[in-house]
Antibody, heavy 120, light 107 residues
Framework: EVQLVESGGGLVQPGRSLKLSCAAS????????MAWVRQAPKKGLEWVAT????????YYPDSVKGRFTISRDNAKSSLYLQMNSLKSEDTATYYC?????????????WGQGVMVTVSS | DIQMTQSPASLSASLGETVTIECRAS??????LAWYQQKPGKSPQLLIY???SLHTGVPSRFSGSGSGTQYSLKINSLQSEDVASYFC?????????FGGGTKLELK
């Protein structure tokens, strides 16, 4: 069974940093692209980052480019999101998701999400 | 960026009814489209990928169609467990973008 479990969320002040983690199990982690997607309270979904199987390629929207860094450790089957210079508009539930890329780049499995609140 | 316009924003339907949700892209996305279902308090789940392929384990009453800039999700014979929000997403080009969502309720 595919499982994705996020951790590391919490309350952080504007301008500070936070690192999210996602522990994967139930599949060969190193064979899949991975992504982060966020959802502000009562709002829609926003794609945040994608990383290739080896970690050599990363992709971001302009809203987080230069502030957020996606990375992975295939030996630990773990995905990370380093978030720097946080803003109030980064407040959201953050989901990690699997990208099966050989058949599609839709997000076929999602974690339960972790809440990040940016506030003073 | 490719804009995804989803309609309607909310929808009320009866059990057993057929429901259709539309998604329009601001440019051709060549079937690079997915549909997700999100129940209250839960994470999104993939329903349809590549515009018309049913994800593993998804009931056959869900179907996707469309091409170019116009896509739709159809739910046949609405069930109570289908009450949820539905989102489309284009992954044809970066940045990946989502539609605003459709909240489906029972009448």
């Amino acid at each position: 069974e595919v499982q994705l479990v996020e951790s590391g969320g919490g309350l952080v002040q504007p301008g500070r940093s936070l690192k999210l983690s996602c522990a994967a199990s139930g599949f060969t982690f190193s064979n899949y692209y991975m992504a982060w997607v966020r959802q502000a309270p009562k709002k829609g979904l926003e794609w945040v980052a994608t990383i290739s199987t080896s970690g050599s390629r990363t992709y971001y929207p302009d809203s987080v480019k230069g502030r957020f860094t996606i990375s992975r450790d295939n030996a630990k089957s773990s995905l990370y999101l380093q978030m720097n210079s946080l803003k109030s508009e980064d407040t959201a539930t953050y989901y990690c998701a699997r990208v099966p890329f050989l058949t599609t780049v839709a997000l076929d499995y999602w974690g339960q999400g972790v809440m990040v609140t940016v506030s003073s | 960026d490719i804009q995804m316009t989803q309609s309607p924003a909310s929808l009320s339907a009866s059990l057993g009814e057929t429901v259709t949700i539309e998604c329009r892209a601001s440019e051709d996305i060549y079937n690079g489209l997915a549909w997700y279902q999100q129940k209250p308090g839960k994470s999104p789940q993939l329903l349809i990928y590549n515009a018309n392929s049913l994800h593993t384990g998804v009931p056959s009453r869900f179907s996707g169609s469309g091409s170019g800039t116009q896509y739709s999700l159809k739910i046949n014979s609405l069930q109570s467990e289908d009450v949820a929000s539905y989102f489309c997403q284009q992954y044809y080009d970066y940045p990946w973008t989502f539609g605003g969502g459709t909240k489906l309720e029972l009448k």
